[in-house]
C-alpha cells in the first residue's frame, strides 16, 4: 500500500528529530496493522461507502466501556451541523461516551435541516450497530460544503461496522478521515504514570492548513488513562493552544474543525488535578498533539518545507504569538520560503503589521544558526549560506525582538504552485 | 512601447466599464505623450538611474508654485525611511510643497540611521537641482526591503532633472514607479467647478495586492484646484478608504505605502469646506481614485480576474466590510476563482470566520446575476452557468445576510501559480 508507505517515511523522519519527554516511549508505527495498537479497550472499523467513490471515507472508532471526552470546536459562526450535534452530545455525556463516527469527502456543513438531521442518523445509525446510545457518539465530517451526504450509502456501510472493528486499524482509521492529505497521520505513545502504564494514540488530517481559513483540521485522541472528563477538557484545551492552534492563524475557523478525545477510566487508578501522573499525563498528551499538529503542516497542501517560525524576546507571549502567526501566514514569506530566497525583509515587515508591539531597530533574524539581521538593521550574511538552509526540508526561523520575555512558536509551510492546483478544482 | 500599449488597453477597458459621476469628463489617455496632461503648473521628469537595471526607476513631479499636500502613511511599525521622512516634510509644510521624488527598485525601509540619512539626501538634492527647500519635497520609495539606497547612482541621475522636466510625462512618471507592476497606471478627470474648470490627475503603483501584506501601494495625485492642506487631507483620508484601503484586507500595512496628493493653489478661487463645489471635488477625487485602485488589482501579481466582492444586509457598515474583506482575502477563495469554481461553500464560510455577525441560514449569494445560494441553505443553480459567469475576467459576487443595512464593496484578484512564481524570488 503506497501510501501507507509514504506515511511510514514521512511519521518516521519526524519522529526521529523530536525530542519526547520523560515517561513516555514512543511506538513503532510499523506494528500498527499487526498488533494492538489503539489501547486497550478502543477498536475501531472502516469503509469504502462510496462517497469518495473507491476511497476509505468512513471510520468509526469505539470503546468497550463508557469513556470521558472533551472536544475542541470550530468556532466559526457557520459551523456544520456535525459539529452542532456533537456539542450537544458531549454536553449530555461527557462522562459516557462510547464512539466517534466520521465521514471524509463531505463536510455536512451548510446543509441546513437536512444537514443536521442527517448528522443525527449517522449518530443513531453508529448506536445502533454498537449496540449503545445515539448521545453516546460524537460526529464528525470533513470535505466539500454545501452538498448533502449521500445517507443510504453511508447507512449502508454502517451496516457492516459490527463485523469490521479491529485493534490494529489505526492507520486505516488516519486514511478513512483524509480529504487531500496525502498520506495519513496517527501515532502513538506509551506512557509510564507512578503506578501504572497507559497508552495515548491519535489521528489527525488536514492538508489545507498552508492556508488555514477553513480547510478541516481533524484530531481525535483516545487513552485508556482513568481521567474525569473536565480534568480532560482542560488538557485538551490548553494542549490544542500550543499544537493545533499553533499551525494556524485563526485557530480553529474552519466549519468542522473538531479535535475530541476519549479516555476510557474502566480498571485504573484515576489521575487526579495537579498531581504528578497529571503532569506527566498533560506533557505526553501535548508532545503527541505536536507531533499531529507538525505532521499536518508537513503534509501541508503542495508545501515542500516544514519551518518553525519562532518570536522570542517579545513584551509579552500575546506580543510574540501575533507576531510568528503573521509571518507564518504571510503569502510573501511563504512564497520566498518556496524560492529559497533569504528574504528578511518581509519577515520584519509581517511582524510589523503584526500588531505586536517592538522596536524594529531591536530585531534580529536568525535562519537556523545563521545571523541574516543583527539590531540596527546591520545585514551581512553568506547568501550562499543561507540558500543551503533554505533548502532543508525542515528548519527553523527566529526573530528575536530583544524587547521581553515573551515567545512563540507556530509551525508552517511554504506556499507552492501546486497549493493552487489543488485548491484551484477542489470541488469540482 | 509594448508596455504603453498594454496600459492603453487595460486602462481603457476598465474606463469603458465605468461611470463617471456627474461634472467630470475623463481624458484620453491616448493624449497623455502627445500634450499636457498633468493640470496646469505641474510637471515630471524621469530617468534610469540604475537601480534597476535600464529601466525608468526615478521620478520627480514638481509645481511651478507651492501647492497645499496631504497624503495617508502606512501604519507598518517598520516603516520605511522615506515615510519617516515625508511625514516631517509633510508636518512643517503642508501649505507650501513643491514636489514628489520617487525611486523603484528599492524600498529604502529597514535600512537604518542611513535609509534615513538617504532618503534626507534625496529630499536635498531634489530640493537643489529644483530650487526649493528641502522640506518641500515629499520622498517615497518602493521596491526590495533591506538594502541600502544607491545613492551615488540616484545623485547623479537627479543632476540632469532640470532638463528633463516635461508636461506630459504623465505615462513616464506611472512606468518610473513600477515594481512588479506589468503596465504603468494613469488616469485624469477633467471637472466642472461652479465658475472654472480644473483637473485632477492621478499615477498610481501596487501589483502584491493579491497577496496585501507588505507589497507597497503608491498613487500620487496632483490638481489645479485652489484647496486648503486640512480640507485637502480629510477628502484624501476619504477617499482612500472607499478607494485604496478597499482593496486589501489591512488597509495600509506595507513599510512604503504612501498615497500623497498636491493641489496648486495658484490663481484660482479656494474651495471652502462644505460647498458645492467641494462636494463636486470629492466625488471625482473619490472616482479616480477607485479607479486607479481598481487598476492594480487588475495588475495584481499573477491576476487573470477582477472580483468585486459585495456584502449587503449586513447589521452595520464594519460587519459588512469585516465579511467583505475576509472572503476578498481567503486564499481557498481566491484559488476556487482561479479555477472557476462555483465554491459558494468557501464564500459562506469566509464570512463565517470574520467576526461580521449575522445569521448563516439568512445568507443568499449571487455570481453577478446568477443566485448560487438561497436563504436556508438551499442550492440549485446551472453549473454551465456559474463556469460562464466566472470565466468572465470582471464579475461581481454578491453576499446578502438579510441582516440589515451594512454594505461594503472589496476588489480583489485570483490567486494564481504566477503569483508564486513572481514571489518566490522576487528578491534574487
Known sequence: MKILHKAY?????????TTWPEHTTPLNIRDSGKKQFWPKGFSAGTARAGIKSGKRDLVVITADEPC?????????????????????????????MRAIVCNSGNANAATGSKGLSDAKTMAEKTAEVLGIKPWEVLVSSTGVIGVPLPMEKINDALDTFSA?????????????????????????????????DIRICGIAKGSGMICPDMATMLAFLVTNANISHSLLRDMLSKATERSFNAITVDGDTSTNDMVAMLSRSAGSEEILP???????????????????????????EGATK???????????TSDAQKAARTVANSNLVKTALHGADANWGRIIAAAGRSGAVFNPENVSIKFDDLVVLEPGYVSDFSEKEAKKILGRSEYTITVSMGNGPGC????TCDLSKDYVDINGSYRT
Open 306 to 316: 516544514l519551518v518553525a517560525i519562532r518570536v522570542e524576546g517579545a513584551p509579552s
Open 274 to 300: 495537579g498531581s504528578r501522573d497529571a503532569e506527566i499525563f498533560h506533557t505526553a498528551l501535548e508532545s503527541l498533539m505536536t507531533f499531529l499538529a507538525k505532521l499536518i503542516v508537513r503534509d501541508g
Open 408 to 411: 512563540a512558536v507556530v509551525h
Open 164 to 196: 469490521v472493528l479491529l485493534e490494529d486499524s489505526c492507520a486505516d482509521a488516519a486514511e478513512a478521515i483524509m480529504t487531500t492529505d496525502t498520506f495519513p497521520k496517527f501515532f502513538a505513545l506509551d506512557v509510564s504514570l507512578s503506578t501504572r
Open 68 to 96: 470521558s471526552a472533551a472536544a475542541v470546536f470550530t468556532r466559526n459562526l457557520c459551523s456544520a451541523a456535525p459539529v452542532t450535534l456533537s456539542k450537544e452530545h458531549l454536553e449530555q455525556s461527557a462522562s459516557s
Open 9 to 17: 517515511s514521512a511519521i518516521e523522519a519526524l519522529a526521529a528529530g
